[in-house]
């Protein structure tokens, strides 16, 4: 797996610290994205956490997600949470090493009393002295929180620096994409106490060094209760890997409610996503279909990016992107002028660079920004690229619904199906998931050699360069977007 070199400069560690004033939780950033530009170590909030043993406990969960490995543990896991900052909350997101996990606290409006809340992305320290804090903070007393340095204090002491070199696979940057593009298909399959969400949980075998990664359980929502059981069953919602619920626990005595999301249309082994209700904030989690599938290979992005939608539409969409907390498609649609599709197409784009989330809460998207800079979207898909070979090579011939993908032994047939106009395949990729991890590269090239009105003789120009060009407008609008914004407000 390819591998980016990430490197953190933080001006000290992260720490919890006591004074005379009380208790103080400093996360320390790295460089990151502001409306001012780019900023070594951006300042983001200052004040007090209304609910600090809550905070502190799903701040941990959080960093436990990002240090974690749960198929195959033992490798390394070490990448620092993202912060967004826009405006009226603090996001905090990590995906586990295996890619598997997605976890995303929001702390919002009523769980912050300060300063107000900046604007940007970044990444915040945390390091094994601060995970040891966190576990043992508890009691009534205030904790104050700050995100960023007080730039004149933390300069005098340059003999804390800290740097970390990480090594940022790209599936990382795969799965924010693959997210954001999932979760919209979910849909609330239960709403239960916290006390019941403990006792199924507790409940869940634990793991260990001989834990199959194909492990998945099912719990069927009977009122304001979950009833546990190992098979498929009607309105029953998957657990799959449930293992990896376990992070949950520890904040759930914190809790007063637990949402569970899911495929409405799911009838295996599925996704889902668990969100948990904290004083003025909420925790998720979202587990990939199993164990030992990332986020990162699901392929839903690759229709959009096939598919090629114009630089224009992407640059108008990003123009209107400054750290918002809620972005609708509808008022994008109006505020753009473009159909409710081609602006998700756009938005599927810019989140191929980890620009957009979504958060199945509000049932909106959101902007962040991250501090690092990545190739484009096609080097970090290959059956894109592959698709776009075979088109480039005149390997697709169109007989009708059906269509001839390859030469020679290599051939295969892809079938439209007159009914629903989804297309199948003939090939291994396509017996194994059944489009369930997004199609493969032959269904693309017939869809990129169908989607366009182009002489065949030069197809491979149908998206080019789409997301080069988007991620360049993302780069150009990042600091002008979110000036507007504030004048807005």
Known sequence: M?????????????????????????LETSGGATPAGEVANPRFFSGFLTAPAAAATALLAVADVAAARYYRPGGGASLDPVVTADGDRLRLESFSGCCGVYARLDVLAPGLDGDDVGHGTTNVDVNPP????????????????????????????????????????????????????????????????????????????RPTRQSDARTTRWVIPVGRTLRPTTRPAPNAVCLPGPERLLTLLPVLRHATTVRVYAPADADGAAAVAWEVELP????????????????????????????????????????????????????????????????????????????????????AYFHRHLPYRASAAETRNPRLRAARALVADGAVGLDGALARVGKGDDAHVVRTDEASGRL??????????????????????VGMVRGTTADLDAPSTVGTNTTADAEATVDAHANTNTARSETAR
Do not use: N
């Open 2 to 26: 390819t591998q980016l070199l990430q490197s953190y400069a933080y001006l000290r560690p992260s720490a919890v610290r006591d004074s005379t004033a009380g208790r103080s939780l400093a």
């Open 130 to 205: 601060l995970r040891q804090a966190l576990a043992g903070l508890g009691g009534l007393d205030p904790l104050h929180l700050a995100v960023g340095p007080e730039e004149l204090a933390v300069r005098t002491f340059d003999g804390e620096f800290v740097e970390k070199k990480v090594p940022l696979p790209e599936r990382w940057l795969r799965g924010f994409a693959e997210a954001q593009v999932l979760a919209p298909g979910f849909a609330l399959r239960a709403e239960v106490p916290a006390a019941e969400a403990a006792a199924v949980l507790r409940a869940l075998p």
């Open 280 to 363: 003025g904030m909420r925790l998720t989690l979202m587990l990939s279909q199993s164990a030992s599938r990332g986020f990162s290979g699901e392929g839903g992005v690759l229709h959009d990016l096939a598919a090629g939608p114009p630089a224009a539409d992407v640059e108008r969409v990003a123009e209107l992107l400054a750290w918002e907390p809620r972005i609708d498609v509808g008022e994008l649609s109006g505020q753009t002028g473009l159909p409710a599709d081609r602006v998700r197409a756009a938005l599927t784009v810019l989140g191929t660079s980890g620009q957009i989330g979504y958060d199945l809460a509000e049932e």
């Open 424 to 445: 199948s395949c003939t090939c291994f990729w396509w017996a194994k998931y059944r489009g369930g991890r997004g199609p493969c590269k032959h269904v693309l090239a």
